[in-house]
């Protein structure tokens, strides 16, 4: 997987003014990965291998906590959204689509 073509789409993908509250932009979040502010997309994949195929990833304000939320499909098929601190890593939670 291309880790920058990724983080690229991504982030161009935010700059949406709808999301301007919740989404910081492709330009802020680079400075903060450069700033050691934040872990990269790769850093945090590299800690939390996820065992499936990343659908998405996005870089988003939680309850006052910048956080990647990942879309994911594990080996079974089942769609998860998970969310980790981008600042230190931690894994917040995980939400598993039974479907």
Do not use: C
Not at 3 to 14: C, E, N, S, V, Y
Not at 83 to 89: K, L, N, V
């Amino acid at each position: 997987m291309n880790i920058r073509w990724l983080f690229l789409a991504l982030a161009a993908g935010m700059i949406n003014p709808a999301f301007a509250g919740k989404h910081p932009d492709q330009t802020q979040i680079r400075a903060w990965v450069e700033q050691g502010e934040i872990l990269s997309l790769e850093a945090i994949l590299q800690r939390h291998p996820l065992g499936g195929e990343l659908l998405d990833a996005e870089v988003e304000w939680e309850d006052g906590v910048l956080v990647y939320e990942l879309k994911w499909l594990d080996s079974n098929g089942h769609r998860h959204e998970t969310y980790i601190d981008a600042r230190s890593g931690v894994w917040l939670e995980d939400e598993r689509d039974d479907d």
